[in-house]
C-alpha cells in the first residue's frame, strides 16, 4: 500500500468511530489527510494526534457551500485531489406513519444530497489529473431494510445507485467510485442499541460479532489504494456475514 504516500485524501464525518479509524489507518500508510466534520474539539484532537493532517470544521448540509469547501480543502492539500471518503452520515429514526416531512428531508439531504454534491465537485478536481478515487460509506440496512429507518434506508440505497450512475459515467477518466457497506459496528452509535435488542442482531451475523471500526477502515485502505484499480461502481460488504450480496 505505499502508493498512498503522500495522496491528498479528504474525509468527512471524520470525529465520530469510523470516521477516526479511517483517518488513522489511511495516516498510518503515509496519505495526507484532510479531516471535516462539525465538531472542532473533536477535530482539534485528531490533529494533535496525528502530525500534519489538517481539518476544516464545516456543516455538509450547508449545500450552497460545498463547492467552496472542496475548493479550499483541495487547497489545504496542496492543489490536488487524489481521494474523497464520504463517510458523514445521520439517522432520524421513527415509523413510517409517524415519521415527519422534516425527519425525512434532513436524513436525505445529508446523507445523500450532501454525498452527490461532495462527489460532483470531488470529481471536477480529479478531472484534472484524469484519476481520482471516490469511497462512498453505505449502510447493510441500505440492501436489506430495517424497522424505523425508511428515512435512513432510502438514502444509503440510493447512495449505491447513484455511485453506479457516477462510475460509468467517469470511467474512462481513470476515476473510480466504489461503496462500503458495513454492518454493526461497535461504534458510540451501537453501544446506545437495547442489549436485548443487541443479542437479537448479533444472532442474524454468522460471525457471531459485531464489527469494529476498523474493519471498515481497511476496506477503504484497499479501495483507496491502487490494488483497487480494476473495481468500479461495486459495493464492498463488511458485515461478517449478515448480508451477502
Not at 498512498?4 to 498510518?28: D, F, P, Q, R
Not at 503515509?30 to 490533529?47: F, P, Q, V
Not at 474523497?84 to 434532513?106: H, Q, Y
Not at 480529479?126 to 460509506?137: E, Q, S
Amino acid at each position: 500500500m505505499n502508493d498512498l504516500k503522500n495522496k491528498n485524501i479528504i474525509i468527512t464525518g471524520a470525529t465520530g468511530g469510523i470516521g477516526n479509524s479511517i483517518v488513522k489507518k489511511l495516516y498510518e500508510y503515509g496519505a495526507n489527510i484532510l479531516a471535516s466534520g462539525t465538531k472542532i474539539d473533536k477535530l482539534e484532537k485528531l490533529k494533535s494526534n496525528f502530525e500534519n493532517i489538517k481539518i476544516l470544521r464545516f456543516d455538509i448540509t450547508d449545500n450552497d457551500k460545498i463547492e467552496k469547501f472542496i475548493d479550499d480543502a483541495t487547497n489545504e492539500l496542496g492543489g490536488n485531489l487524489n481521494c474523497l471518503v464520504n463517510n458523514a452520515g445521520i439517522t432520524k429514526d421513527n415509523l413510517a406513519i409517524r415519521m415527519s416531512l422534516d425527519e425525512w428531508n434532513k436524513v436525505i439531504n445529508l446523507n445523500l444530497t450532501s454525498t452527490f454534491l461532495f462527489s460532483k465537485f470531488g470529481i471536477k478536481k480529479m478531472l484534472k489529473n484524469k484519476f481520482g478515487k471516490i469511497i462512498n460509506i453505505t449502510s447493510v440496512v441500505g440492501h436489506t431494510g430495517n424497522l424505523g429507518q425508511s428515512n435512513y434506508t432510502a438514502s444509503k440505497a440510493a447512495i449505491v445507485a447513484m455511485s453506479k450512475s457516477l462510475a460509468i459515467e467517469y470511467a474512462k477518466k481513470n476515476i473510480n467510485i466504489n461503496c462500503i457497506s458495513p454492518g454493526f459496528i461497535e461504534t458510540a452509535m451501537t453501544d446506545k442499541i437495547d442489549e436485548k435488542f443487541k443479542e437479537i442482531i448479533i444472532s442474524k451475523i454468522p460471525s457471531a460479532r459485531l464489527g469494529q471500526p476498523e474493519d471498515i477502515a481497511n476496506a477503504v485502505l484497499f479501495l483507496a489504494s491502487n490494488q483497487s484499480d480494476y473495481i468500479n461502481g461495486e459495493t464492498l460488504h463488511v458485515n461478517g456475514g449478515m448480508y451477502m450480496a
